[in-house]
């Protein structure tokens, strides 16, 4: 089969470990349709980086408003799927997005096949041409990859009716995130983290709130940055803990498998708001390939991506986050067989090796069906 990818996140080199093992797995000719850097907001520009390239051609394509998820979009990709002629072309981004109507329509032109890969779990209704872009997107596409399961429920509810596949956008690398030689616990007990953006919606109140709860106090180490931190610093010292709790900044991308490994326990206590909810947490498979354990609330993806209820508590409920939390604190075996648990179920579903071949098992499907089976009915 000749898949054809188009993707902005492949800029990130790490990332491109997915594709080097798709391209792997039988009868797998790729090539892979990325931007020279990817523009974001809150970060600057992000260059392309070549990491993982054995196997398959890596095509650097200028794209044109760069930057805007919405309409950005690549003026030569005409010419790069009629030199290639696929047989499927795989549209990394959200049918509403210009780009996603763009490959669709090119595509058909060369009488290949499509999917779409969605992570909004939330339903929202776009104005024109969004709306437009996403029902010529439904109409036509083969198959719809989503990285969660409410974005499935979302596309069914919004008219589409073709194959639904649940895999995440990309897995982990088990030998960049692994287990420390050792791990060594804090002077009170295990070391319990938190990595991400220190904001509001991502509860961390609740995990400083959950450690005033245990006794002894464990030591708890907020890793990121946001507007959040000097309300938490006070809510610490209000609570007595201030001497408990590390306030660290953020750390770039390289560093967070070491972070990890310093850690016992991870805490994702994320808050569903009306305009968001968690769509998938990437940092928890990170962590649980790291041998760390992570506990997380009932927002959005995060049950379904821990995938063990008794680490799961209620949103907001910082009573339920400390009676999990002293329980891995006070019992040893039992915090060691949830750390292994957990890295065991990102061996079995969430490296960069499962999730390509989740996707190449989508392509044969895609292959062996009818054309156009996601047209509306």
């Not at 928890?284 to 799961?312: F, K, R, T, W, Y």
Request: proline share 7%.
């Amino acid at each position: 089969m000749r898949v054809l990818m188009i993707s902005k996140a492949l800029v990130s080199g790490v990332y491109q470990k997915k594709v080097e093992e798709l391209a792997k797995l039988p009868d797998v000719e790729l090539c892979v349709v990325v931007p020279p850097y990817w523009h974001e907001n809150r970060i600057g520009d992000q260059p392309l980086q070549e990491m993982f390239t054995e196997g398959y051609e890596l095509a650097v394509e200028p794209m044109r408003f760069n930057g805007r998820h919405h309409v950005h979009h690549y003026p030569g990709l005409a010419r790069r799927l009629k030199a290639f002629q696929p047989d499927i072309v795989h549209i990394d981004e959200e049918p509403y997005n210009y780009v996603a109507a763009q490959a669709t329509r090119l595509a058909n032109r060369v009488g290949a096949r499509t999917v779409f890969f969605a992570w909004q779990n939330l339903y929202r209704r776009y104005p024109p041409p969004f709306r437009l872009f996403e029902l010529y997107n439904y109409r036509r596409a083969s198959a719809a990859i989503v990285g969660n399961r409410d974005a499935g429920l979302v596309l069914r509810r919004k008219r589409y009716r073709g194959p639904i596949a649940v895999i995440p956008q990309f897995g982990v690398d088990p030998e960049i995130y692994s287990p420390p030689e050792s791990r060594r616990s804090g002077l009170h007990g295990p070391v319990i983290g938190y990595v991400g953006r220190v904001v509001e919606e991502k509860g961390v109140d609740l995990i400083v709130d959950a450690l005033a709860r245990i006794q002894p106090r464990p030591t708890l180490r907020i890793i990121g940055g946001g507007d959040q931190r000097v309300e938490l610093e006070m809510r610490a010292e209000r609570l007595g803990i201030r001497d408990r709790v590390r306030f660290e900044g953020a750390v770039p991308p390289e560093r967070v498998p070491e972070v990890l490994r310093q850690l016992d326990i991870l805490v994702l206590p994320s808050r569903t708001r009306s305009n968001w909810k968690e769509q998938f947490g990437r940092i928890l498979v990170e962590a649980m390939a790291c041998q760390v354990v992570v506990v997380g609330s009932d927002s959005g993806e995060i049950p379904n991506v821990i995938g063990d209820p008794e680490l799961i508590f209620p949103e907001d409920d910082a009573d339920a986050l400390a009676a999990i939390l002293r329980r891995l604190a006070s019992d040893a075996d039992y915090l060691r067989a949830k750390q292994a648990a957990g890295r065991q179920r990102v061996l079995e579903q969430f490296t960069q090796r499962q999730v390509a071949r989740q996707t190449w098992q989508l392509y044969q499907h895609i292959l062996d069906s009818p054309a156009n089976n996601g047209q509306e009915r």
